[in-house]
């Protein structure tokens, strides 16, 4: 049975480039470091580029559960450096670092995925394996951008600039029922 997926796009979704559905062939796997759903649409909806749109994931999943549908996979979302033209989005609601992002006394991610988020996005993988003919491959968001950054604390000391979907998240399980090939950098 496919997911209920409610649709939500975002004000500039026409706004995005758009692509083939064949021209997907990767999923990359975020959390919002942000404490919920709403601040998270806050963020998507911010126009931070001279096209009028702004970073987002395709798909956001709450904790409950619940799927949302921000840009559709035939448009190209800005959420990971290099790899937007081919990838699809998934952001998983987690605080991760939340505030403190690149606080270098704040790098520890504490807060687990619950079994009915990542059980839902093994469904939404499923779904999509089924509507991108080309889609084999999966990262998590760490996985592709490896670029550290002044930490906010203290400038000498460097911080990873992404680590999601982190520590906490279940890869072994997730691989184990998805059928799609894990990538890094």
Known sequence: MPPIIRDR???YVDHL???AADAVTLVVIHCTELPDLATAREYG??????????NSGHYYIDRDGSIERYVPGTRVAHHVRGCNP?????????LGRYPHWWDSRHQTMTE????????ALVELLAQLRRDFSN?????????????????????????PRKLDPGPLFPWDAV??????????A
């Open 135 to 159: 889609l084999r491959e999966i990262a998590g968001h760490e996985d592709l951008d490896t670029a550290r950054m002044p930490a906010s604390d203290d400038p000498s000391l460097e911080v």
């Open 45 to 54: 909806e911010r126009v931070q580029h001279e096209s009028g749109t702004g």
């Open 9 to 11: 796009p975002l004000p």
């Open 112 to 119: 687990p995925y619950p079994d009915v988020q990542i059980a």
């Open 175 to 184: 691989l184990a029922g998805c059928g799609l090939r894990r990538v890094r």
């Open 17 to 19: 480039a758009e692509r």
């Open 86 to 94: 081919h990838s699809i989005g998934i952001e998983l609601v987690n």
